[in-house]
């Protein structure tokens, strides 16, 4: 029962993760202009990953997407590619999660398959998790500069050279989305554990010669005719009266004693 309860919750969590990356690779507002000190005040700008908007002060609000690849930053194309291989990954990893279910039976999956495909889909969530806090902290890093760099040329007087910008909206939600999935596939790598059948954990067994060693002496072969008397190797009831006498001295048998 506890195995079903973390599959479920880590399938649960990872979904929100994977459904976070997606609306924050969507999202427009990745860095917002920054009103402070800024007298033009009618005219907000914010950029997303695909295209900058403009919204006016009357309400109107207008989108223009970025016509071009080749031109975008390096560090730009970057945090792109590396939301949409975590989307990627973890649309994969919620597929292959909804097969390893414990709760749900395909077929005759042996729990064995179901453990390798649970830790698959663990994996998977884990990458896209980095993969979406990667792409964000690296743009944050690049609005990080950039607002330092601006900020420079402000109070050397070049105000109107370029805007500030700040950190949008759809940073936050990608490094929670993130967070989740990351934690999505730590609960489901951990749950891979208790769906291993047990007979398949092999105990080793050690086979130890019991009671004390035992040397073997080697010694001239003797070659007995078939006809000698069998030799006894009790002693005889004399041999052991005599060794318990009442005096409490040790007395030693007579050749008289044996049969």
Do not use: H
Not at 71 to 89: E, H, S, T
Not at 158 to 164: I, S
């Amino acid at each position: 029962m506890s195995t079903t309860i973390c599959q479920v919750m880590a399938f649960i969590v990872s979904s929100l993760g994977v459904a976070g990356c997606i609306v924050s690779t969507a999202m427009d507002m990745w860095s917002t202009q920054d009103l402070y000190d800024n007298p033009v005040t009618a005219v907000f700008q914010y950029q997303g990953l695909w295209r900058s908007c403009v919204r006016q002060s009357s309400g109107f609000t207008e989108c223009r997407p970025y016509f071009t690849i080749l031109g975008l930053p390096a560090m730009f194309q970057a945090v792109r590619a590396l939301m949409i291989v975590g989307i990627v990954l973890g649309i994969l990893g919620l597929l292959v999660c909804i097969f390893a279910l414990k709760c749900i039976r395909i077929g005759n999956m042996e729990d064995s398959a179901k453990a390798n495909m649970t830790l698959t889909s663990g994996i998977m969530f884990i990458v896209a998790g980095l993969c979406a806090i990667t792409g964000v902290s690296v743009f944050a890093n690049m609005l990080v500069t950039n607002f330092w760099m601006s900020t420079a040329n402000m109070y050397q007087g070049m105000q109107n050279v370029q805007n500030r910008y700040t950190f949008g909206s759809a940073l936050f939600v990608g490094w929670v989305a993130g967070g989740l999935a990351l934690v999505g596939g730590i609960m489901m790598c951990l749950a891979c554990r208790g769906l291993i059948p047990e007979e398949s954990r092999y105990k080793a067994v050690s086979y130890n010669a019991s009671g004390r060693n035992i040397s073997y002496r080697t010694g001239p072969y003797k070659v007995g005719s078939g006809y000698e008397p069998e030799t006894k190797t009790r002693k005889s009831a004399g041999y052991e009266e005599a060794a318990r006498s009442e005096d409490g001295r040790r007395s030693y048998p007579s050749k008289y004693d044996y049969v």
